[in-house]
């Protein structure tokens, strides 16, 4: 399946240049729906902003053959929660961001709804409250204010991509990417792409689309993420099909669909990378679709760096750094994201499934009179 690598990768620059924490997602979302827009892609938003977009199969008239990539547009970082009297400016985190944070002083800038960026030094302050910081900058800072690091927004070196939030704009770029290569030359199937919120603090915009069943019950549900590598999972030999994460074991039969997208993809190039494992560093989308009755599967990216930790979230001594991706494993996850919106047919149907729906006949009767 071939797509535009380096559309994919503009793609992903544009979303980088947008700042976001749990619940202050406008600038992420506002690039979304622009992009989907200018290739006249359909898309809702739903009342909690999360957003749905959909590309309808070559002669499918219902729900019975589609699927779903989700990824979300938050990033962990802080918002201010407190002024007080005598100026100290109290944060608190918001999702999953490195202890070192709350050891250290770190460089950052708060955002708002027009993209100004303001510096500001974020550090620890004595007698301070389960994470909490104090922050100090040149501007006021008023509370709901979001503040992320001060990291480039974006950049590749020597395969690698380099982003202060790869998790998981690389996941809405390659969605994206789908969803426009598919406007130009369908699958047979329903494609929706979707993009949600507050992920980093609970999978909130997913519970809430799950919960009151946005999609329908018969899709099947694809997270695309970033996530940590860890044991069993090198960066650089491919997307990883994720059986499960840190909550959940996924879905069988909607694993099999990405199984067979990868077995299609290696008939005609046996150099395509892929891994397969239980991502068990946190917890994705698909959990909280499968725990609503979705058929749920993933596609992840191993990620160095995760939540901009360079050694470990729980390190007091660590650092804040970039994150991390291959170039190779994102692209081959579009890859296989591409296929796999061809291979719904075949989710219950695999070769693997063929073969323990039946036991030959001398088989059954060795083992019978052998008992």
């Known amino acids: 399946m071939h797509f535009d690598e380096e559309r994919s990768l503009q793609i992903l620059r544009l979303l980088g240049k947008n700042p976001a924490t749990s619940f202050n997602e406008s600038l992420v979302s506002g690039q979304v729906k622009t992009l989907l827009s200018e290739s006249d892609i359909f898309f809702k938003e739903d009342k909690y902003g999360n957003i749905i977009a959909e590309v309808p199969g070559v002669g499918t008239t219902d729900d019975d053959h589609s699927i779903a990539f989700v990824a979300h547009m938050d990033h962990p970082g802080l918002e201010v929660t407190d002024v007080r009297d005598d100026g100290l400016v109290i944060a608190t985190a918001m999702g999953g961001i490195p202890n070192a944070v709350f050891n250290q002083e770190t ?15 974020i550090r620890p302050y004595e007698g301070a409250i389960d994470r909490t910081v104090s922050v ?63 992920e980093e603090v609970g999978l909130i915009g997913a519970r809430l689309l799950a919960l009151e069943k ?36 996924f879905n069988a039969e909607a694993e099999q669909i990405l199984i067979f997208a990868r077995n299609s993809i290696l008939k005609n190039d046996d150099s395509f990378k892929c891994q397969r494992q239980l991502m068990s560093a946190g917890s994705c989308e698909a959990s909280a679709f499968a725990a609503n009755g979705y058929k749920t599967t993933g596609i992840a990216f191993p990620l160095i760096n995760w ?12 650092d804040v750094g ?27 149907n695999s070769v693997l499934i063929d073969r323990y729906r039946d036991v030959r006949n001398e088989d059954r009767v060795r083992l019978s009179g052998s008992s």
Do not use: W
């Not at 590598?229 to 960066?235: D, K, L, R, S, T």
């Open 107 to 121: 460089d950052g800038f708060t955002f708002d709804a027009e993209g100004n960026r303001n510096p500001c030094l």
């Open 214 to 249: 946005t999609i329908s019950l018969n899709t099947f549900v694809v997270s695309i993420e970033t996530s940590s590598v860890i044991p069993g999972v090198q960066q650089g030999m491919g997307p990883v099909i994720r059986t499960g994460d840190a909550s959940y074991t």
């Open 307 to 318: 939540h901009n930790a360079t050694t470990f979230i729980g390190d007091p001594d660590g």
């Open 136 to 198: 100090v900058g040149e501007s006021s800072f008023d509370v709901g204010a979001p503040i992320t690091f001060d990291l480039e927004d974006f950049f590749v070196d020597e395969g690698i991509i380099n982003m202060r939030a790869l998790d998981d704009l690389a996941g809405c770029a390659a969605i994206i990417t789908v969803l426009l290569e598919l406007k130009k030359k369908p699958s047979g199937n329903n494609v929706y792409g979707i993009f949600t919120r507050a």
């Open 322 to 348: 970039l994150e991390k991706i291959s170039l190779g494993d994102y692209m081959g996850g579009i890859r296989l994201m591409m296929m796999a919106t061809h291979c719904l047919v075949q989710s219950g």
